[in-house]
């Protein structure tokens, strides 16, 4: 295994190649049941003045009487209310306790409520008039909704909401996806399903009876603590989010992968664990090598943690990226990991084969919460730190061996730019315009990679009118600094599509967790001012702070991180043929893609030509998720239903 540089913003598939995932839930300090890891998990309800409401099939009322419907086991706690006060409902995983949440019964819901206690979850009320939905900030408890029967309906998958209405694939957000993935603010609230809309993070969120437009208010904006430091607020939330999981389910497992944040995660969850229990600890390798410097930080955590039962996967030639990728199963949109499916789905099932493992813990997520954005620099200047934007700049053009001038001029012209007007020169861009800013090193709002010669003009099309509705649209964050702001849409990015390997987990009978994205832990790193922020070329200074006396010194230091691009590239050419197989399939149908074009433009990459992979590998991940949504039958629904209760 090869030590390369970490990289800011490096977010490939070869990155994402290790997930885990995390299991039932049992009585703790929090009143809630864990889900049944073989079973998939989705709930939702109701808000209409029916009173005949369908339920998809297999789903049960955990919480009669009313709308609510659940598949498998999330936990749900119902808070009891009197004197005709709204009803409310926990929905997820949540570390209150039994006390702290019959304070809910208490009018009016707090505005903090999915981020002041450990874990993922949202909180619904039903009212007489309306359902309100309060949104977590970082989308990791993504909740849908669609109009239904003259009102709403509202879950946790897209899919099954939109197997309710019948409604199809949306192409527009499927062209975002492959061409613009790294543009978050393109889609905002769009699924890929025509009519089904994420509900804002954040957020309280109405959805009226009578079918009225949703009614939103803005609820999180992190403000700035700089008297409480960051790295104890982020040692307790991380070690609450952890400790969380460990009550849950004492027998759970963990990767360790060698680096800060997958190490964190084990060695917190190592000290919650109280007698006999030890955690089942994974460290990847390539067969027949046990030199990597993976294995060697690896084994000094786990000799210096204790309580770490230390598990070797070894790696073989059917694990390869890109093997057998339209094999994945149906999700509510691409997995990041589907690239890598065969390494990822290798080792549940190995987990739950060799040590019987329904909870599984990750690091994932820690790059994008615990790095600091280049944007730093725009707003560095416009608080006229100058010597600070000069220091961070060098240190930033140093790390990623680019020039400094495009660095400082890239930040003096974004500070005078409004994020509206950068999203208009997209969509400008991909009307066939001048590129906006594309070159090495330049700091902007956003920067997409160049368009592929394979690229249909209808998916341009499909990209230019996304881009031109974000630069009209309201901007929610607005209160926010540009680099906070950046990273919120950068974190929510990665929190929603990481359910989507939670569900690749589910179908191995794995319950998949990442304590990186839990919301409280997301806001404890936030609430720092300016002043008192990491530098953008920092290797995670506020983690190894928060719990470097925890860490082997040798850990703590550690700035690398091993690499598989080799298996990558090897990966994509051993199934070179079957993924040109899938240049005729539904992209191509859709007219987003030339066939021939994207054929040749693979062949090239296999073979080492210098190209960007971003677009290509979004096609693939898009193409096969379709197959997947095709080929799988959707959600069944039962209609019919006697009265209200489900």
């Known amino acids: 295994m090869v030590a390369s540089p970490r990289t800011r913003g490096a977010r490939t598939t070869a990155d994402r190649s290790v997930r885990a995932g995390a299991a039932p839930a049992r009585a703790g300090s929090a009143p809630v049941l864990g889900p049944t890891p073989e079973d998939p998990v989705t709930l939702g309800g109701f808000s209409t003045t029916s009173d005949d409401f369908p339920r998809v099939s297999g789903a049960r009322n955990p919480a009669p009487p009313g709308t609510l419907w659940r598949l498998g086991e999330t936990p749900v706690h119902a808070v009891p209310t009197g004197g005709g006060r709204p009803r409310v409902l926990v929905i997820g995983w949540c570390g209150a306790t039994t006390g702290q949440l019959r304070d809910l019964s208490a009018e009016p819901v707090p505005t903090d409520v999915t981020w002041r206690w450990p874990g993922s979850y949202a909180v619904v009320e039903e009212c007489t008039e309306c359902v309100v939905v309060h949104t977590d900030p970082a989308a990791a408890f993504p909740v849908y909704a669609t109009r239904w029967d003259g009102g709403w309906a509202w879950a946790t998958s897209a899919r099954a909401l939109a197997s309710l209405t019948g409604a199809d694939v949306d192409v527009g957000r499927i062209a975002c996806a492959v061409l613009a993935p790294s543009v978050p603010p393109l889609v905002g609230g769009r699924t890929f399903f025509s009519g089904v809309e994420q509900l804002p993070p954040g957020s309280r969120v109405e959805l009226p009876r009578n079918g009225g437009p949703l009614r939103r208010s803005t609820t999180w904006c992190p403000e700035p603590e700089p008297h409480r430091p960051a790295h104890r607020r982020l040692r307790r939330a991380l070690t609450d989010a952890v400790a969380l999981r460990v009550r849950a389910d004492p027998s759970l497992s963990s990767d360790l992968s060698g680096g800060l944040d997958s190490t964190t995660v084990a060695v917190l969850a190592a000290r919650s664990l109280s007698d006999p229990h030890v955690l089942d600890a994974v460290t990847i390798h390539p067969e027949g090598r046990l030199d990597g410097a993976d294995l060697y930080y690896a084994g000094l955590a786990a000799a210096s943690a204790g309580r770490i039962s230390h598990r070797l996967l070894p790696l073989g030639a059917e694990h390869l990226p890109y093997g057998g990728i339209t094999s994945v199963p149906a999700t509510d949109e691409p997995a990041p990991s589907t690239l890598t499916q065969a390494r990822l789905l290798g080792q549940f099932r190995w987990m739950r084969r060799e040590f019987g493992t329904r909870t599984h813990l990750t ?227 859709l007219g987003l893609l030339d066939p021939a074009l994207f054929r040749r433009h693979l062949r090239h990459a296999a073979a080492g030509v210098p190209m960007s992979l971003a677009t290509l590998e979004q096609a693939l991940m898009a193409e096969a998720w379709l197959r997947a949504h095709h080929r799988d039958p959707a959600p069944t629904w039962i209609f019919g239903l006697p009265g209200r209760s489900v």
């Open 363 to 589: 690091g994932d997520g820690g790059d994008s919460v615990l790095f600091r954005p280049p944007a730093q620099l725009c707003d560095l200047v416009r608080a006229r730190r100058w010597r600070r934007t000069l220091r961070e700049a060098y240190g930033w053009a140093r790390l990623r061996r680019v020039p400094v001038v495009p660095l400082l001029r890239g930040a003096v012209t974004m500070a005078a730019t409004r994020r509206s007007d950068a999203l208009a020169d997209l969509a400008r861009y991909f009307s066939g315009g001048t590129a906006p800013g594309l070159g090495r090193g330049n700091v902007r709002w956003v920067t997409p990679p160049p368009v592929p010669g394979w690229a249909g003009p209808l998916a341009l099309g499909h990209v230019a009118e996304a881009a031109a509705r974000a630069a009209a649209a309201p901007d929610p964050l607005r209160r926010f600094d540009a680099s906070l702001h950046t990273l919120v849409d950068e974190i929510r990015e990665v929190a929603r599509t990481a359910r989507a390997d939670a569900e690749l987990a589910a179908s191995c009978g794995i319950d998949l967790h990442n304590p990186f994205l839990d919301p409280s832990v997301i806001d404890a790193v936030l609430r720092d001012p300016l002043d008192h922020r990491p530098p953008v070329h920092g290797y995670k200074p506020l983690l190894v702070r928060a719990v470097g006396d925890l860490l082997p010194p040798a850990v703590a230091a550690r700035t690398t991180k091993g690499s598989f691009e080799a298996d990558h590239f090897t990966g994509m050419r051993e199934n070179l043929a079957d993924l040109q197989s899938l240049g005729d399939g539904r992209l191509a149908s």
